[in-house]
């Protein structure tokens, strides 16, 4: 069977078409986080110290997420994703991140996110937390925002 030039072009048009909407759908995504102090009661105010930033990048539904951090007034006993139920709301841990046991240093992970979790993601939903020896329940926050 064969086609005429203008058929061709045609159904090259729709396969160019289709072929660019996927290119878009799959466009990495950024997102930035800006670590700060979050004492959760009156008895941590003092202990929580310092301050730090970093950034993230979903391809698909792989998340990967690196930054510092410097000030804490004791080491880092672990890095983590979570979810809060809203913006700006505490919420359950998702992923362990790798995190340096010093009182500054450097935090990173690739995550494979759910579809839930990537629209928890879009939604400024998921945050990063730093817990210390001197601050257990978290020394640093922040949410991931594009």
């Not at 310092?50 to 998340?63: I, N, P, T, W």
């Not at 928890?120 to 978290?138: E, F, K, M, T, W």
Request: net charge negative; with cysteine; glycine share 12%.
């Amino acid at each position: 069977m064969s086609l005429s030039p203008s058929s061709r072009l045609w159904v090259l048009g729709v396969a160019f078409s289709c072929l660019a909407g996927l290119a878009s759908a799959q466009s990495p995504e950024a997102f930035k986080v800006r670590l700060a102090m979050m004492p959760i009661d009156v008895a941590t105010r003092g202990l929580v110290t310092g301050s730090g930033s970093g950034s993230a990048v979903l391809e698909g539904r792989q998340l990967t997420l690196s930054g510092s951090f410097a000030g804490m007034r004791g080491l880092a006993t672990v890095a983590r994703v979570h979810e809060g139920p809203m913006k700006g709301v505490r919420g359950l841990a998702l992923f362990d991140l790798t995190v340096a046991s010093e009182p500054e240093g450097l935090f990173s992970g690739e995550l494979d996110l759910s579809p839930e979790e990537v629209e928890s993601l879009r939604q400024g939903r998921l945050y990063v937390q730093i817990n210390s020896v001197s601050a257990p329940d978290g020394n640093l926050w922040g949410w991931l925002l594009p």
